[in-house]
């Protein structure tokens, strides 16, 4: 009897041990995740021999709030709560430093990203983390060049395009995916590799793995080659690199706990004023995202 009890014990918890797993959002209306983003990233280009690293900080707050489910997709309204930037350069100092809520009247970029917050933009979201469509990006980059003051058409114009190409639908799809386009489409073990890719300014093939599992959380990791082709009025940049991924999600909602995003790219961009030649470029970045401690929420209506 004691044997038979520990044969009928390895046979029937091998299934379980070896059961896959579904990895894919598993949200409900009304549930509110809260975001903490912060990102570092360190542009260094050389030229005759001499060195120029622009450095660009930022980090922000941003709401999930999911409005509604359908079928294989969710309506969810991303709301911008805080933002601050921060760009310094090794010759010119300090370019710029905004925090967003604290609005000072004498400054057209503080003005600008005041009226960037608490605007709801609608993602459609599909249960691997793709992002199929955004909604009033568009109307947010019109809001934030009106918030600017300025009169003159042509300069409006331009404030718009610059505006677009960071806020507009568009642009928040391609950066957000970063975040949430992490699942696969079938079942998976733990050890299980699977691919996907997203596009942009920055274009990625990814590998992802699913590294381990806890009774409420996956450990996921990415390996990923990218493309950056950026292409601005005065400067435009062509660089190829690698990316690495850290992430533990909640498996009950698929939501992401915490994200590291590590990446160095090199290639060759050139400005206006300098005419064709190219400059050699380096970008290192490290990207964190964290949802805040007990605000992972259902809002009651």
Do not use: C
């Not at 409900?28 to 975001?35: G, H, I, L």
């Not at 019109?142 to 042509?154: N, P, Q, R, T």
């Amino acid at each position: 009897m004691k044997y038979f009890f520990v044969l009928f014990f390895i046979v029937f918890s091998a299934p379980i041990l070896q059961a896959q797993t579904s990895l894919t959002y598993t949200l409900e209306k009304d549930d509110v995740f809260t975001v903490s983003q912060n990102a570092k990233q360190i542009i260094t280009q050389q030229l005759d021999g001499a060195s120029h690293e622009l450095t660009n900080t930022m980090n922000g707050i941003l709401e999930f709030k999911v409005l509604s489910e359908r079928d294989s997709t969710y309506d969810i309204a991303l709301t911008f709560k805080d933002l601050n930037l921060k760009i310094t350069s090794s010759i010119q100092g300090e370019l710029m430093n905004v925090r967003a809520q604290e609005i000072n009247a004498e400054d057209i970029q503080s003005k600008i990203f005041n009226s960037l917050l608490n605007i709801p933009v609608k993602i459609v979201l599909a249960k691997t983390g793709a992002i199929l469509n955004v909604e009033g990006g568009d109307s947010l980059v019109v809001k934030m060049a009106k918030a600017s003051g300025l009169e003159d058409e042509f300069s409006l114009n331009m404030m718009k395009k610059s505006l677009q190409n960071e806020f507009g639908s568009e642009a928040l799809s391609k950066s957000y995916e970063q975040m949430t386009f992490i699942y696969p489409k079938k079942k998976v073990n733990v050890g299980d590799q699977w691919e996907n890719e997203y596009s942009g300014k920055l274009k990625a093939e990814n590998t992802w793995t699913l590294n381990g599992l806890t009774s409420d959380s996956a450990l996921i990791t990415g390996n990923s080659a990218v493309v950056m082709d950026v292409a601005e009025p005065t400067t435009t940049m062509k660089l190829v690199g690698t990316q690495q991924t850290e992430i533990t999600t909640d498996l009950k909602s698929g939501f992401i706990q915490k994200m590291k995003v590590e990446g160095l790219s090199k290639g060759a961009s050139t400005m206006t004023q300098l005419g064709d030649q190219e400059i050699p470029t380096t970008i290192q970045s490290i990207v964190t995202y964290a949802v805040i401690p007990n605000t992972q929420h259902k809002i009651n209506n």
